[in-house]
Protein backbone atom coordinates (compact mmCIF):
# COMPACT_ATOMS: atom_id res chain seq x y z
CA UNK A 1 0.00 0.00 0.00
CA UNK A 2 2.69 2.26 0.84
CA UNK A 3 4.58 1.51 -2.66
CA UNK A 4 1.37 2.46 -4.54
CA UNK A 5 0.52 5.45 -2.23
CA UNK A 6 4.39 6.68 -3.30
CA UNK A 7 3.98 6.27 -7.04
CA UNK A 8 0.50 7.67 -7.23
CA UNK A 9 -0.43 11.57 -8.59
CA UNK A 10 -2.67 12.74 -6.25
CA UNK A 11 -5.61 14.90 -7.44
CA UNK A 12 -7.27 18.12 -6.00
CA UNK A 13 -9.95 17.48 -3.46
CA UNK A 14 -12.58 18.75 -5.41
CA UNK A 15 -16.68 18.00 -5.66
CA UNK A 16 -15.93 16.84 -9.61
CA UNK A 17 -13.20 14.79 -8.77
CA UNK A 18 -14.19 13.36 -5.56
CA UNK A 19 -17.77 11.94 -8.06
CA UNK A 20 -15.30 10.28 -9.88
CA UNK A 21 -14.13 7.63 -6.82
CA UNK A 22 -16.51 4.92 -6.50
CA UNK A 23 -18.59 4.34 -3.26
CA UNK A 24 -15.73 1.44 -1.97
CA UNK A 25 -14.20 0.69 1.05
CA UNK A 26 -10.28 2.11 1.26
CA UNK A 27 -7.94 4.22 2.73
CA UNK A 28 -6.75 7.49 1.51
CA UNK A 29 -4.63 10.44 2.24
CA UNK A 30 -4.59 13.91 2.27
CA UNK A 31 -2.18 16.22 1.44
CA UNK A 32 -1.99 20.20 2.03
CA UNK A 33 0.41 21.64 -0.48
CA UNK A 34 3.20 19.15 -0.09
CA UNK A 35 2.99 18.03 3.09
CA UNK A 36 0.64 14.48 3.91
CA UNK A 37 -1.37 16.08 6.78
CA UNK A 38 -4.42 13.23 6.97
CA UNK A 39 -4.53 9.50 6.97
CA UNK A 40 -8.20 7.81 7.01
CA UNK A 41 -9.85 5.20 6.21
CA UNK A 42 -13.78 4.16 5.38
CA UNK A 43 -15.99 2.60 7.65
CA UNK A 44 -19.53 0.75 7.63
CA UNK A 45 -21.24 4.24 7.68
CA UNK A 46 -19.14 5.76 4.42
CA UNK A 47 -16.76 4.57 1.16
CA UNK A 48 -14.42 6.38 -0.27
CA UNK A 49 -16.65 8.52 -2.39
CA UNK A 50 -19.06 9.74 0.74
CA UNK A 51 -16.07 10.46 3.27
CA UNK A 52 -13.74 12.76 0.78
CA UNK A 53 -16.61 14.59 -0.47
CA UNK A 54 -17.29 15.35 3.23
CA UNK A 55 -13.80 16.83 3.54
CA UNK A 56 -14.30 18.54 0.30
CA UNK A 57 -17.08 20.03 1.89
CA UNK A 58 -15.17 20.77 5.18
CA UNK A 59 -12.45 22.27 3.76
CA UNK A 60 -13.99 25.34 2.49
CA UNK A 61 -14.68 28.90 3.96
CA UNK A 62 -12.01 28.76 5.96
CA UNK A 63 -9.06 31.10 6.81
CA UNK A 64 -5.23 30.34 6.61
CA UNK A 65 -6.15 27.26 4.23
CA UNK A 66 -6.50 27.61 0.30
CA UNK A 67 -9.03 25.28 -1.04
CA UNK A 68 -6.61 24.65 -4.40
CA UNK A 69 -4.24 23.46 -2.85
CA UNK A 70 -5.33 20.29 -0.70
CA UNK A 71 -5.43 17.09 -2.78
CA UNK A 72 -6.02 13.59 -2.31
CA UNK A 73 -4.95 9.95 -2.45
CA UNK A 74 -7.52 6.54 -2.58
CA UNK A 75 -6.92 3.09 -2.54
CA UNK A 76 -9.72 0.64 -2.53
CA UNK A 77 -9.00 -2.35 -0.50
CA UNK A 78 -11.37 -4.74 -1.07
CA UNK A 79 -10.50 -7.10 1.71
CA UNK A 80 -9.64 -5.50 5.40
CA UNK A 81 -7.81 -7.42 7.71
CA UNK A 82 -7.12 -7.16 11.49
CA UNK A 83 -4.48 -5.09 10.81
CA UNK A 84 -5.19 -1.47 11.93
CA UNK A 85 -4.25 0.29 8.53
CA UNK A 86 -5.14 3.23 9.27
CA UNK A 87 -2.71 3.66 12.64
CA UNK A 88 0.04 1.80 10.77
CA UNK A 89 -0.23 4.36 7.86
CA UNK A 90 -0.33 7.11 10.03
CA UNK A 91 2.66 5.40 12.14
CA UNK A 92 4.77 5.53 8.87
CA UNK A 93 4.18 8.90 7.38
CA UNK A 94 4.66 10.53 10.42
CA UNK A 95 8.39 9.91 10.37
CA UNK A 96 8.54 12.42 7.11
CA UNK A 97 5.09 13.97 7.47
CA UNK A 98 3.18 15.91 10.00
CA UNK A 99 0.11 14.23 9.61
CA UNK A 100 -0.89 17.33 11.59
CA UNK A 101 -5.00 16.80 10.97
CA UNK A 102 -5.32 13.61 12.25
CA UNK A 103 -6.39 13.95 16.30
CA UNK A 104 -7.50 17.32 15.63
CA UNK A 105 -10.71 17.38 15.30
CA UNK A 106 -10.72 17.51 11.46
CA UNK A 107 -13.63 16.12 10.16
CA UNK A 108 -15.82 15.90 13.34
CA UNK A 109 -19.61 16.03 14.36
CA UNK A 110 -21.13 19.43 16.13
CA UNK A 111 -19.64 18.74 19.98
CA UNK A 112 -23.23 19.80 21.18
CA UNK A 113 -23.93 23.14 23.67
CA UNK A 114 -22.13 21.51 26.38
CA UNK A 115 -18.86 22.01 24.86
CA UNK A 116 -19.72 25.41 23.62
CA UNK A 117 -17.45 27.10 26.37
CA UNK A 118 -14.56 24.28 25.61
CA UNK A 119 -11.30 26.09 24.90
CA UNK A 120 -9.45 25.07 21.67
CA UNK A 121 -6.41 23.33 21.58
CA UNK A 122 -3.97 25.52 19.48
CA UNK A 123 -2.79 22.76 17.08
CA UNK A 124 -6.73 21.71 16.43
CA UNK A 125 -7.93 22.06 12.84
CA UNK A 126 -10.85 24.94 14.03
CA UNK A 127 -7.99 26.79 15.73
CA UNK A 128 -5.23 26.85 12.66
CA UNK A 129 -8.13 26.89 10.26
CA UNK A 130 -10.58 28.96 12.12
CA UNK A 131 -14.34 29.35 9.83
CA UNK A 132 -14.14 32.92 7.60
CA UNK A 133 -17.47 34.61 8.35
CA UNK A 134 -16.96 37.00 5.05
CA UNK A 135 -16.68 34.42 2.70
CA UNK A 136 -20.22 34.54 0.67
CA UNK A 137 -22.91 32.30 -0.17
CA UNK A 138 -26.25 32.07 -2.57
CA UNK A 139 -29.33 31.11 -0.47
CA UNK A 140 -31.67 31.24 -3.63
CA UNK A 141 -33.79 33.54 -1.28
CA UNK A 142 -34.63 37.13 -1.65
CA UNK A 143 -36.45 39.70 -0.19
CA UNK A 144 -39.07 39.18 2.82
CA UNK A 145 -38.12 35.71 4.04
CA UNK A 146 -39.34 33.54 7.23
CA UNK A 147 -36.67 33.42 9.75
CA UNK A 148 -37.07 29.54 10.35
CA UNK A 149 -36.47 29.36 6.26
CA UNK A 150 -33.76 31.42 5.85
CA UNK A 151 -31.91 29.97 8.71
CA UNK A 152 -32.78 26.40 6.96
CA UNK A 153 -31.08 27.70 3.88
CA UNK A 154 -28.03 29.34 5.40
CA UNK A 155 -27.53 25.93 7.75
CA UNK A 156 -27.49 23.62 4.51
CA UNK A 157 -25.53 26.06 2.58
CA UNK A 158 -22.38 26.60 5.10
CA UNK A 159 -19.51 24.09 5.40
CA UNK A 160 -19.77 24.09 8.82
CA UNK A 161 -22.08 23.76 11.51
CA UNK A 162 -24.89 26.80 12.45
CA UNK A 163 -26.65 25.79 15.30
CA UNK A 164 -29.22 27.71 16.69
CA UNK A 165 -31.81 27.40 19.86
CA UNK A 166 -34.25 24.53 19.82
CA UNK A 167 -33.54 23.47 16.20
CA UNK A 168 -35.59 26.61 15.02
CA UNK A 169 -38.40 25.80 17.19
CA UNK A 170 -38.21 28.36 19.64
CA UNK A 171 -41.33 30.93 19.72
CA UNK A 172 -39.14 33.97 18.83
CA UNK A 173 -39.32 32.82 15.17
CA UNK A 174 -43.18 32.82 14.96
CA UNK A 175 -44.28 34.84 12.60
CA UNK A 176 -41.02 36.24 11.42
CA UNK A 177 -39.27 37.33 8.83
CA UNK A 178 -36.16 38.70 7.30
CA UNK A 179 -35.01 40.64 4.37
CA UNK A 180 -32.41 38.60 1.95
CA UNK A 181 -30.19 40.35 -0.01
CA UNK A 182 -29.83 39.73 -3.52
CA UNK A 183 -27.18 37.26 -4.89
CA UNK A 184 -24.10 36.05 -3.14
CA UNK A 185 -23.53 37.52 0.80
CA UNK A 186 -21.40 36.68 3.12
CA UNK A 187 -22.34 34.43 6.25
CA UNK A 188 -22.37 37.62 8.46
CA UNK A 189 -23.98 39.79 6.34
CA UNK A 190 -27.03 37.23 6.24
CA UNK A 191 -26.77 36.38 10.33
CA UNK A 192 -26.85 39.74 11.12
CA UNK A 193 -29.91 40.32 9.22
CA UNK A 194 -31.21 37.63 10.96
CA UNK A 195 -30.16 38.90 14.04
CA UNK A 196 -31.76 42.09 13.61
CA UNK A 197 -34.71 41.07 12.77
CA UNK A 198 -35.46 39.10 16.10
CA UNK A 199 -36.73 40.41 19.40
CA UNK A 200 -34.12 41.64 21.95
CA UNK A 201 -32.05 39.45 23.56
CA UNK A 202 -30.54 37.19 20.77
CA UNK A 203 -26.96 36.79 19.96
CA UNK A 204 -25.05 34.96 16.91
CA UNK A 205 -21.35 34.00 18.17
CA UNK A 206 -18.78 32.65 15.43
CA UNK A 207 -16.85 29.82 17.53
CA UNK A 208 -13.43 28.71 15.84
CA UNK A 209 -15.34 25.93 13.88
CA UNK A 210 -18.84 26.90 13.93
CA UNK A 211 -21.75 29.51 14.64
CA UNK A 212 -24.20 29.58 17.30
CA UNK A 213 -27.82 31.73 17.51
CA UNK A 214 -28.98 31.94 20.93
CA UNK A 215 -31.10 33.71 23.15
CA UNK A 216 -28.54 35.35 25.69
CA UNK A 217 -25.79 37.93 25.99
CA UNK A 218 -22.29 36.05 26.39
CA UNK A 219 -18.98 37.26 26.24
CA UNK A 220 -17.59 33.89 27.72
CA UNK A 221 -16.90 31.51 24.96
CA UNK A 222 -13.14 31.31 24.25
CA UNK A 223 -11.66 32.19 20.74
CA UNK A 224 -14.69 33.75 19.56
CA UNK A 225 -16.74 36.33 18.10
CA UNK A 226 -19.76 38.35 18.62
CA UNK A 227 -21.21 38.85 15.19
CA UNK A 228 -24.42 40.15 15.99
CA UNK A 229 -27.30 40.89 19.34
CA UNK A 230 -30.67 42.15 18.62
Known sequence: MIRAFDGMEGARLSADNVRKIPEAQGVYQLIAGDEIV??????????LAKRLGRHSWTIQHRKNLKVSDVSFKALRVFVFTAMDLETQ???????RSSVGWNNSGFGSNDPGRNRDKTRVKANSFDA???IDLDEKVTLGLSGATSIVLALKALRE???????????????????????LPKGPTSTRKLLTAVVSALPKGWQATALAGRVILYKEKEDGYPASEVIARS
Do not use: N, Q
Request: without cysteine; proline residues 5%; glycine residues 12%.
Open 128 to 130: LYP
Open 38 to 47: YIGKTDSDAG
Open 157 to 179: ALPYTLRYEEGGAHEDFDGKTVT
Open 89 to 95: LIKHYKA
